[in-house]
């Protein structure tokens, strides 16, 4: 029993300095796959915005009767009722 519990120590401490060295070479990431950089986008030296300072919008189409013919089906503003279980772990 003796022999048993002396030869077991030094496997034991084996396998905690691989699992300690594994652990480390996860962690500190020395294992790398090879990644390309990406490279970010080129900053335009012109205002882009500027094509949006004479921009018009037609809201004409708020007046068209077929919009205007639209109704509301239901409540509106939805009121939320009493839903679900009042015991969430009841079987039924």
């Known amino acids: ?9 030094p496997i034991m401490m084996l396998i905690a300095v691989v699992a300690f060295a594994a652990g480390y ?3 500190s990431q020395f294992i790398q796959p090879a990644q390309l950089p990406i490279n970010p986008p080129p900053v335009a030296a012109s ?3 500027a094509i949006f300072k004479d921009l018009t919008i037609d809201f004409s189409i708020l007046d068209d009767s077929r ?9 509106s503003p ?7 279980k009042r015991d969430i772990f009841a079987p039924f």
Request: aromatic residues 12%; glycine residues 10%; proline residues 3%.
């Open 1 to 9: 029993m003796a022999d048993q519990k002396s030869a077991n120590k």
């Open 25 to 27: 070479l996860f962690y």
């Open 47 to 49: 205002d882009d915005l």
């Open 67 to 75: 919009f205007r013919s639209l109704r509301v089906f239901g409540e």
């Open 78 to 84: 939805v009121k939320p009722g009493v839903t679900g």
